[in-house]
């Protein structure tokens, strides 16, 4: 197998109550599961890929042989879109932003209330399944959404964090309550792994 699902750095119950430990095990065990083992079926067929990593794939599509070009741009985005979100959240997690990207939100937001209101609204009129995503684009920090598991890497933007609001990340716990997951989530968001892939944008 090409690609592996990582395993989740903590418990599955370790960010309840923000998201419970039934949708952790659905999300990690089921739904990225599934995305790897779709991944891997698309290079069995083109082994060549199999060389590039996860994000390699997802940020040059047009490079992807035409009949799995499909099969890659959803699935490798669904692996790398996973493998962020789990790295992005950690137990203990939230409160004010930290370090270099908690004065650049200051700089290009205002304050951390402000972008977390535009953060949240803009996400929450995503139409159907899709993400939030933080990019940082011509100096400048800003908030995009995609639909289904497509990511920023395919414009050549690398995302600092994001938000999956397919229904599976939240319908258990939320409902349809998603603006109240949205507003929930920031007390699980790991800041200093934000600070490293904020780093990683800014090369
Ligand atoms: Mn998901």
Request: glycine share 10%.
């Amino acid at each position: 197998m090409a690609f592996e699902l990582p395993p989740l750095p903590y418990a599955y119950d370790a960010l309840e109550p923000t998201i419970d430990e039934a949708t952790m095990k659905l999300h990690h065990d089921k739904h990225h599961q599934t995305y790897v083992t779709n991944l891997n079926g698309a290079v069995e067929k083109h082994p060549e890929l199999g060389t590039k990593t996860p994000e390699e794939l997802v940020a040059d599509l047009g490079a992807i042989p035409e009949d799995v070009r499909g099969v890659i741009r959803n699935n490798g985005g669904g692996h790398v879109n996973h493998t962020m979100f789990w790295e992005i959240m950690t137990p203990g997690g939230g409160g004010d932003p930290t370090g270099a990207i908690g004065e650049q939100i200051t700089t290009d937001f205002g304050s951390f209330e402000a972008f977390k209101k535009t953060f949240n609204e803009t996400t929450a009129k995503q139409f159907g399944s899709g993400w939030g995503f933080l990019v940082f684009k011509g100096g400048k920090l800003e908030i995009v959404t995609k639909p289904n598991q497509d990511s920023p890497l395919s414009d050549g933007l690398y995302p600092i964090l994001g938000n999956d609001v397919w229904e599976h990340a939240y319908y258990l716990k939320y409902n349809n309550r998603r603006p109240d997951y949205l507003a929930a989530w920031w007390a699980v968001v790991n800041w200093d792994e934000v600070n490293k892939r904020f780093a990683t944008a800014k090369k």
